[in-house]
């Protein structure tokens, strides 16, 4: 089953644009986090934000999560060619210790 | 180089056979992970151990079956395999469980299963 649920499934922009991408999850979370996948290759940690947490920055990349929405987005700035990947939203409910991943969201930066 | 091992990379092989997946961790850390990814089904959590015992069970198929070993590696045992089994295997690590981790999980490659 999945827990998070990514959209738009699908995205394209052109480099030096924003690009959002948002994930819904149906139950309470220990914390939220967001991974890319480069075609056909391992997925790559991107950043972990704790369900008492509101927002979180790393380099381009900046993460907002609101827990009465059950609901996070991931911003990339200022976007680049190299950023085309599958993102993905995962999370664990409760106490579980299933980390859960969404169908992720497509990115397609053309330069 | 994320630092988890996963061997084979390409695996192909036919139905009704039985393949052995092996992953190792990143050094120090004691939770092996395994996922499935297909195309229809996206990434499916499939089983999570712990320094050596199973914590948590996804949605793993009787015919497949996993352990960990005390040096922490871990296989994953694929039997009497379907065309449906092709997929990507992965396996991550991380230095305690999904509850407790504020870190994220590390990914390897990935072996690549298919079945003909």
């Known amino acids: 089953s999945q827990q998070g649920e990514e959209d738009p499934q699908a995205l394209s922009i052109q480099e030096g644009e924003n690009a959002t991408m948002n994930c819904s999850y149906k139950?309470?979370?220990?914390?939220l986090q967001w991974y890319r996948q480069n075609s056909g290759r391992g997925l790559v940690h991107l950043i972990l934000?704790?369900?008492?947490?509101r927002e979180k920055h790393s380099g381009r990349l900046r993460v907002t999560l609101d827990t009465s929405k059950k609901s996070s987005s991931l911003l990339i700035t200022a976007s680049r060619a190299a950023d085309t990947a599958s993102y993905f939203c995962?999370?664990?409910?409760?106490?579980?210790?299933?980390?859960?991943f969404g169908k992720g969201t497509k990115l397609t930066v053309n330069p | 180089d994320s630092g988890v091992t996963q061997t084979p990379k390409h695996l192909i092989t036919a139905t009704g056979q039985r393949v052995t997946l092996r992953c190792s961790p990143r050094?120090?850390?004691?939770?092996v992970y395994w996922y499935q990814q297909s195309l229809d089904q996206g990434l499916q959590f499939l089983i999570h151990?712990?320094?050596?015992?199973?914590?948590a069970k996804g949605n793993i198929l009787e015919r497949f079956s996993a352990q960990q070993f005390p040096d922490l590696h871990s296989e994953l045992n694929l039997s009497s395999l379907e065309l449906g089994d092709s997929a990507l295997y992965f396996c991550a690590s991380s230095v305690g469980g999904p509850s407790l981790n504020n870190y994220g999980y590390t990914f390897g490659s990935g072996t690549r299963l298919t079945v003909v």
């Open positions: 151990y712990y320094n050596g015992e199973e914590r």
């Open positions: 139950t309470s979370i220990n914390n």
């Open positions: 934000i704790r369900s008492n947490e």
């Open positions: 995962a999370s664990t409910q409760g106490g579980s210790e299933k980390l859960v």
């Open positions: 050094s120090g850390d004691l939770s």
